[in-house]
C-alpha cells in the first residue's frame, strides 16, 4: 500500500519526511521509485527516540556504498538476471578483516538498471543469495545525484578544483543538492528496512552519501555510525566555497567515528568544523575527537590497503606467467617505465608525458632503451574535461615518439584499452620504475600493487632471473598514500624539471639502494593490507560506541539541521519550573553568579549589562532571603560603573581578586600581594604575541595580565595561545603567579587568586549571618568558574548546607564539569533568573498585600 508521496524534493531537504517501517522476511518495495514508501505505523515514524530492533541477528556490520559489489548479467533468454561477487570491489575485500562471525550487509545500487517489474525479485535473490540490499534509482534521479551534484560539484571542489568560470566545473546546482539529498534518503530508508539498531554497526563510504548520517541519527539516536573519505578532503579556504557547507559538515558530525587516508585530509576536516561551526577538538592517548552536542566524534586516519591475497593469486595464474614473458620479449633491451591512471584531469597524464620529453632531452643517453608505458583505464566521469584530456594526451604521445622515436623504438606506448587484471599485473612485474604523477588523488593503490608485483614469486623469478628484489617509485606528494612510502622519490607533478630529474634518479640508483627501498615498502604494504585497514576501523568504531548505553540522548534541530544530545546520566539540563520551585520553597538563599560569558554572551563588544540584567539582579537582591554575588574579570572601575543601581549587590572584580559587600563599602583584597614586579616581565612578552597576532590585544587590570585572541584567525590565534602559554611558563616560572588559558585567552595573575575564594567568602557571609544555605545556585561558563563549583560541591558534602539543602552548579554549554547542571547559553540563563526574580516579586507583592490587609484592619 502506497501511503505518501514525496512530489517536492524540498520536503526531503527539510527532513520532514518519515522513516520506513521494519521488514518481516519478504522484502516490501520501499524507495524503489524515488519518493514512494511503504506504510507506516504513525507511532513509531514520529518517535525520534526509538531504537526499536528488526527481527535481523545480531553481530553484523551494515556496509553502505555507492554501488554494490556485484556484478549484474542479464540472461541469454532474457528471462532474468544472473549475479556474481565483484571481486575487485573494495566492499567485499575488506571482509577479509571482519572475522568469520560477521555478518555483513550490503547496501547500495546496481551498475545496471533494473526495471521496475524486476526489482521485488532481485531485491529477493540478492539479499538471499549475497546479502545485499539494492537500492534502485530513477535513472533521471541518478544521473542528477551522481553525474550532476557528486560528480560535477563534490568531486572536483574536494581534488582543489573551484568553478571560477563555467567552463571550470560545475556551478552549485540547487536542484542538484536537492537530488542529493533525495538518494541519500532513499539509502537511509533502506538501511531502516534491515538494521538492528541496538547490536549492528553501519559503515558508510565516501563523499555520495555524506548526508546519511544525518537521516540514519534522527532515527536511531543511539547507532552505531561510521563513515569513510575515501577521496580528498580540502582546506579550509576550498571547501568554505561550497554553499552546502555547513549541512555536509554537520552531518558528519553525526557520526561517531570518521575516517580519513592521511593527517593532511583529516586536518582539513578539523578545521572547517573550527573556523564554519565553531568546534574545537582535544587529542587524548592518540585518540584525535570533536565534542558535539555532549558526543566524541572520533576522527581515525589509516590509509586504505590493497588485498594481497586476491593480487597473489593472479600473480600465481598460468597466464600472468605467459603474459610476462611475452613482455620481456617486446621489451628486450628496454628499460621500461610504468603509468597506470584513469583517464581524468586530476591523474596528471599529460604531465606525466612532459616530464618523459623532457626527461628525453636532459637525458639523451636514455634515448632507445628507456620506454614509458601508460595504461589509461576508462574515466569513471563523462564530459568536456575528459575528451580534452585524451586529446591533450594523444597529441603529447604523438610528439613525443615523432621527435625521439625511431624504427623500432616507440618512448612511449599509450595503451587505452581495458587490460585483463592478470595483464596489468604482467606490465607491473617488469617495470624498473612507477610513476604515478597525479596532481590530487584520494589513495591511488597503484604504488602498493606495483610493490608486491615486484616481489614476485618463484616462477616469475625463473623468468625474470633478477637481482635482489628492488622496485622504484616516482609519486607525487599530492596523492593519499605518498606518506606511506617513505623510500619513494616524492615530486611536485607539476614541475616538470623535477620529475624528469627523479625519472634519472630512479634509473641510475644502485642495485643496493632499491633493494633497501623495496624492502622497507615491501614490509609496511604486506602488513598493512586491506583486511588490516578493515579491522582497525571497526575497532576503533567499537571503543567509539562502547558507552552509547549508558547515556542519555535526545534528538533537537528541524530538516539536515538535526542534531542528538549525549549526557552523562548526572549531568542534566536544569530546568526553569524545578529550580524555581525549589526556590519557592526555601528561606537562606545563596546566589553566585559569574557575568562574563554567563549573563552576557562571550560574543558581544558591548559587554555592559542592559536595563533587564539590571532588573533581575536588583530582583534577587531586594528579597531578603537572598545573598547574590557577581564575579567578573573586570576590573573594579568597570563594576563599580555598571552595576551603580544594584545597591545590595555583592560585586568581586579580576576573578575573586577585589570584592566589595555593598555599593556604600570599599573595594578589599583578599589575597595578599605586595610586589607585582613580574608584570614587567610578563608584559613584553604578551605585546610580541600581539604585534605578530593580527586581532589579539592585552587587557591590564590591577591584579592581573590578560592577553585576548577571540578576534584572531582560529587556527592561528590557537596556535599562538599555546606557545605564550608556554613562554610565559618559562620565563616566570620563580614569580609567585599562575599563568592560565582560557576561552580565547591566556591570563597571568598572583597565585591563590581564584574564583573559588568568591564562593567561600559568600558561604563564610552567610554563616556570620546564621543563614544554614537550603538553597544554592552556582553559575559559571569556563575553566575559571569549575573553582567555584568545587567549593560548592565539597561544602555540600560537609555541613556547610541545610541536610534538606537544593544545590544547583550550572555551567553554560555541554562539556565536561564540576556542575551537575547546565543550560544551553546565555539566553536560557537569564531566562531562567527572570524566572526566579519573577518568584521574588510574587513573594514581595503577597507580602505588602498581607502587610496592608493588617494595617487596614487595624
Same mark, same amino acid.
Given at each position: ?124 535473490? $540478492? ?116 554553499? *552546502? ?41 592518540? =585518540? ?93 566521469? %563523462? ?35 581495458? $587490460? ?41 623469478? !625463473? ?50 639502494? #632499491? ?34 548505553? %549508558? ?31 525549589? =526556590? ?8 553566585? $553568579? ?60 579580576? !576573578? ?18 605586595? +610586589? ?10 604578551? #605585546? ?5 597576532? +593580527? ?13 585576548? =585572541? ?11 595561545? #599555546? ?22 585567552? *591566556? ?75 547546565? $543550560? ?35
Amino acid at each position: 500500500m502506497v501511503s505518501r508521496s514525496y512530489s517536492n524534493l524540498m520536503d526531503l531537504v527539510s527532513g520532514d519526511s518519515p522513516a520506513v517501517g521494519l521488514v518481516g522476511k519478504r522484502l516490501p518495495r520501499v524507495m524503489t521509485v524515488a519518493g514512494i514508501v511503504s506504510e507506516l505505523d504513525e507511532e513509531n515514524a514520529n518517535s525520534v527516540n526509538s531504537d526499536a530492533p528488526s527481527s535481523v541477528s545480531q553481530n553484523r556490520v551494515i556496509i553502505v556504498g555507492n554501488q554494490l559489489p556485484v556484478r549484474a548479467h542479464r540472461r541469454s533468454d532474457k528471462s532474468g538476471w544472473n549475479f556474481s561477487w565483484d571481486e575487485d570491489s573494495l566492499l567485499l575485500q575488506l571482509k577479509d578483516g571482519l572475522g568469520d562471525d560477521i555478518e555483513v550487509i550490503y547496501i547500495g545500487c546496481l551498475r545496471e538498471e533494473i526495471d521496475l517489474k524486476e526489482q521485488d525479485d532481485v531485491s529477493q535473490t $540478492l539479499l538471499d543469495t549475497f546479502k545485499c540490499v539494492p537500492t534502485f534509482l530513477p535513472p533521471e534521479l541518478f544521473s542528477r545525484f551522481y553525474h550532476g551534484f557528486c560528480k560535477q560539484q563534490l568531486w572536483p571542489l574536494f581534488h582543489y578544483m573551484l568553478p571560477l568560470s563555467p567552463d571550470l566545473g560545475g556551478r552549485f546546482d540547487r536542484s542538484l543538492w536537492r537530488a542529493y539529498v533525495s538518494v541519500n534518503k532513499i539509502f537511509a530508508d533502506k538501511v531502516m528496512e534491515v538494521i538492528n539498531p541496538e547490536d549492528d554497526f553501519v559503515w558508510v563510504h565516501d563523499y555520495h552519501l555524506m548526508i546519511l548520517p544525518t537521516f540514519l541519527r534522527k532515527r536511531f539516536n543511539r547507532i552505531k555510525l561510521g563513515f569513510f573519505l575515501h577521496s580528498p578532503f580540502p582546506s579550509s579556504e576550498i571547501y568554505r566555497t561550497l554553499p *552546502v557547507r555547513d549541512e555536509l559538515l554537520r552531518a558528519l558530525l553525526n557520526c561517531d567515528l570518521i575516517g580519513f587516508h592521511t593527517f593532511d585530509y583529516a586536518r582539513h576536516f578539523l578545521s572547517c568544523c573550527g573556523r564554519m561551526l565553531g568546534l574545537s577538538y582535544q587529542s587524548k592517548r592518540g =585518540y584525535v575527537g570533536i565534542e558535539y552536542y555532549g558526543r566524541t566524534v572520533s576522527i581515525k586516519i589509516l590509509p586504505v590497503g590493497i588485498h594481497l591475497q586476491q593480487l597473489q593469486s593472479v600473480l600465481n595464474l598460468p597466464e600472468t606467467e605467459t603474459k610476462v614473458a611475452e613482455l620481456l620479449n617486446q621489451f628486450k633491451d628496454r628499460i621500461v617505465l610504468l603509468g597506470v591512471d584513469d583517464m581524468d584531469i586530476f591523474k596528471g597524464i599529460s604531465l606525466k608525458l612532459l616530464a618523459m620529453e623532457q626527461f628525453l632531452m636532459q637525458h639523451p643517453e636514455w634515448r632507445e632503451k628507456a620506454v614509458l608505458v601508460q595504461i589509461a583505464n576508462p574515466a569513471r566521469g %563523462r564530459g568536456r574535461d575528459v575528451h580534452e584530456v585524451q586529446t591533450e594526451s594523444y597529441s603529447t604521445a604523438k610528439r613525443i615518439n615523432e621527435t625521439f622515436g625511431s624504427p623500432g623504438y616507440e618512448p612511449v606506448i599509450l595503451i587505452d584499452t581495458c $587490460l585483463q587484471f592478470y595483464e596489468k599485473i604482467a606490465y607491473y612485474v617488469i617495470a624498473e620504475c612507477c610513476l604515478v604523477t597525479a596532481v590530487r588523488d584520494g589513495m591511488n593503490l597503484i604504488p602498493y600493487e606495483y610493490i608486491i608485483c615486484r616481489q614476485g614469486n618463484e616462477r616469475l623469478d !625463473h623468468l625474470l632471473q633478477p637481482d635482489p628484489k628492488r622496485s622504484m617509485l616516482v609519486v607525487s606528494e599530492f596523492i593519499g598514500c605518498s606518506p606511506s612510502l617513505s623510500g619513494a622519490i616524492r615530486v611536485n607533478p607539476w614541475n616538470v624539471d623535477l620529475v624528469a630529474e627523479a625519472m634519472d634518479t630512479a634509473l641510475t640508483m644502485s642495485f643496493n639502494e #632499491k633493494q633497501l627501498r623495496h624492502e622497507k615498502h615491501y614490509r609496511y604494504v604486506s602488513t598493512h593490507d586491506v583486511g588490516y585497514w578493515a579491522n582497525s576501523f571497526l575497532q576503533d568504531l567499537e571503543r567509539a560506541c562502547r558507552d552509547h548505553g %549508558r547515556r542519555r540522548c535526545w534528538g533537537i534541530g528541524f530538516g539536515l539541521g538535526f542534531r542528538v544530545i549525549t549526557l552523562d546520566p548526572n549531568f542534566r539540563k536544569l530546568f526553569s519550573e524545578r529550580i524555581v520551585s525549589a =526556590y519557592r520553597r526555601t528561606k537562606n538563599r545563596a546566589i553566585l $553568579l559569574d557575568y562574563d560569558g554567563t549573563m552576557m554572551p562571550q560574543t558581544s563588544i558591548n559587554k555592559m549589562p542592559n536595563s533587564e540584567a539590571i532588573s533581575i539582579l536588583n530582583s534577587l537582591c531586594r528579597d531578603p532571603c537572598n545573598i547574590v554575588f557577581l564575579v567578573s574579570g573586570k576590573d573594579k572601575d568597570t563594576l563599580t560603573e555598571w552595576f551603580a543601581p544594584c545597591e545590595k549587590l555583592l560585586l568581586a572584580a579580576e !576573578h575573586g581578586y577585589f570584592m566589595r559587600q555593598s555599593q556604600d563599602s570599599e573595594w578589599e583584597t583578599h589575597v595578599p600581594v605586595s +610586589d607585582f614586579g613580574w608584570k614587567q616581565i610578563a608584559e613584553p612578552v604578551m #605585546k610580541l604575541y600581539t604585534e605578530t597576532t +593580527d586581532g589579539s590585544n592585552i587587557e591590564a587590570k590591577e591584579s592581573a595580565l590578560v592577553w585576548h =585572541y577571540q578576534y584572531a584567525d582560529p587556527d592561528f590565534g590557537s596556535c599562538q595561545a #599555546k606557545e605564550l602559554l608556554d613562554h610565559l611558563e618559562s620565563v616566570l616560572s620563580s614569580e609567585p603567579v599562575s599563568v592560565k588559558s582560557g576561552q580565547h585567552y *591566556v591570563e597571568v595573575k598572583p597565585q591563590g587568586v581564584t574564583k573559588g575564594l568568591v564562593a567561600e567568602h559568600l558561604l563564610s557571609l552567610m554563616q556570620e549571618k546564621n543563614m544554614l544555605p537550603d538553597f544554592v545556585l552556582c553559575i559559571g561558563d569556563d575553566r575559571s568558574d569549575e573553582d567555584m563549583f568545587e567549593v560548592i560541591s565539597n561544602a555540600n558534602e560537609g555541613l556547610a548546607f541545610s541536610p534538606v539543602a537544593e544545590v544547583f552548579a550550572c555551567t553554560v554549554g555541554q562539556k565536561p564539569s564540576r556542575a551537575k547542571y547546565y $543550560l544551553e547559553d546565555t539566553t536560557e540563563i537569564v531566562r531562567m533568573l527572570q524566572g526566579l526574580a519573577t518568584a521574588s516579586n510574587q513573594r514581595e507583592f503577597v507580602s505588602a498585600s498581607q502587610t496592608f490587609s493588617i494595617l487596614h484592619v487595624m
